[in-house]
């Protein structure tokens, strides 16, 4: 049986992370458009008047949390500079060929910070609320109840005896206490930790002429994804649009 720590985590993780199931992503190479690889990255290339734009998936199953991690390269190749931020790039899901395509949201590099934030705020709703058992534990750990039975010539019966001893007391509330400080040193940790992990994100930029920017997107799950769908992102950049078609499959065996 799980103990209540689990538990909570478990929840923790399902309020701050979600869940469902997680697609197989490759690239649906276009004519006019190059592949090649790089540290074992499939890579799409696309070139266009004024810009080069390369992208890949980080991994070859996405959502398997909650977000979908790319990683999108712009070169500057035109005259004039250009500013290029994820407000440059729409993100569509297409099911099947005669619907209309969903939207998919793009987070940014502030709101995924609000995210950390707001999973360390409800990890530590959860460790107060932990605190508060084990602190109702300890008050009851100075008790101790004996029970007994006596006879003798008026007769026989039994007895209960209650004793306190405050020092079992204070130790259990000692032990609560250490228990909630190292589960908040935790909590921030994580969050330092995931904050610090988004230095990568991609955040509006001005890309010069024959200048590259490099940055990482993460897309939030779909409402609805198909047996086979695809993902597109159509991408501004320096006045060209770009196309970018990664095919999603279900992940075999599931």
């Not at 979600?18 to 190479?29: F, H, K, P, T």
Request: proline fraction near 4%.
């Amino acid at each position: 049986m799980p103990s209540p720590r689990t538990v909570l985590l478990s929840l923790v993780c399902f309020l701050t992370v979600g869940c469902g199931s997680s697609r197989q992503i490759s690239l649906d190479i276009q004519p006019d458009q190059a592949e090649y690889y790089a540290r074992g990255n499939h890579i799409v290339g696309s070139m266009k008047d004024n810009s080069v734009i390369a992208m890949y998936s980080f991994s070859e199953r996405v959502w398997i949390n909650s977000t979908a991690r790319f990683n999108i390269l712009l070169k500057n190749i035109g005259e004039e500079p250009t500013v290029f931020s994820i407000d440059n790039i729409t993100a569509e899901v297409l099911n099947d060929a005669g619907e209309e395509p969903l939207h998919v949201r793009i987070y940014s590099y502030d709101e995924l910070v609000k995210k950390a934030e707001r999973s360390a705020a409800i990890g530590a709703v959860f460790a107060g609320l932990e605190y508060w058992g084990n602190i109702t534990q300890a008050s009851k750990a100075g008790y101790s109840h004996t029970e007994g039975s006596f006879s003798g010539p008026e007769g026989y019966g039994t007895y209960t005896q209650t004793t306190y001893d405050p020092a079992a007391e204070q130790a259990a509330r000692a032990a609560a206490d250490d228990e909630l400080k190292s589960d908040l040193a935790e909590i921030e940790h994580d969050k330092q930790e995931r904050i610090s992990s988004l230095s990568s994100i991609l955040r509006k930029s001005t890309v010069f002429p024959g200048m590259i920017l490099s940055g990482e997107i993460r897309v939030a799950k779909p409402e609805k994804v198909g047996e086979s769908a695809s993902l597109i992102f159509l991408i501004d950049a320096a006045g060209d649009t770009h196309m970018v078609v990664f095919l999603l499959d279900e992940v075999a065996g599931r």
